[in-house]
């Protein structure tokens, strides 16, 4: 299904490819870590506040939700802090906790997109794709929005790679020019 092993590598070299990748796609994951007490705490707890409205009477309050009206997409909106909401309480977090857990999440979904990439590199035939998705992970544009802001386009974009990765996946002519 993803991408094909390099084409006759070394142990050496392709262990080394495996470690490169990990640490790469990790990165948006670690980003929550490195600045866990960093992040912009009105959006956060707007998303957090909007997950309550949420639950607390669905889509009722999800279109009344205070102290403003909610401005993200549903999907978004649950997908994120939808998440925290209901595991924060089983796992009897600290309010900190839930947070990083929230952006957490968010990460998740800038490394489902980097996965997604560097498969689509591979699809296109980019050469030296790995260090394509390096640049790509560390552009602070890559992770900051999610891992540090709090933001949720990272969900957007997230299944907007992911409709582009099908439809190439999904093309019935060779890719490679």
């Known amino acids: 299904m993803f991408v094909e092993p390099l084409q006759n590598p070394s142990r050496s070299t392709s262990v080394l490819h495996g470690l490169a990748l990990v640490l790469v796609v990790a990165w948006p994951l670690m980003a929550v870590n490195i600045f866990r007490h960093n992040y912009f705490s009105a959006d956060v707890n707007a998303f957090l ?12 309050g999800y279109m009344r939700c205070q102290p403003e009206p909610c401005a993200y997409p549903l ?23 839930e947070i990083v857990l929230f952006r957490s999440v968010l990460s998740l979904f800038e490394v489902a997109s980097l996965i997604l990439f560097y498969d689509l590199f591979a699809l296109l035939n980019v050469r030296r794709r790995l260090l394509w998705l390096a640049v790509l992970a560390l552009l602070p544009s890559s992770w900051a929005g999610g891992a540090v802001w709090g933001q949720i386009d990272g969900v957007t974009q997230f299944f907007i790679v992911l409709v582009l990765w099908s439809l190439l996946r999904l093309w019935p002519y060779p890719l490679s020019a």
């Open 49 to 60: 506040m909007w997950a309550d409205e949420f639950f607390s009477s669905p889509f009722r």
């Open 75 to 97: 999907i978004g909106m649950l997908a994120t802090g939808g998440i925290g909401k209901l595991v924060a309480p089983a796992l009897a977090v600290s309010p900190l906790t």
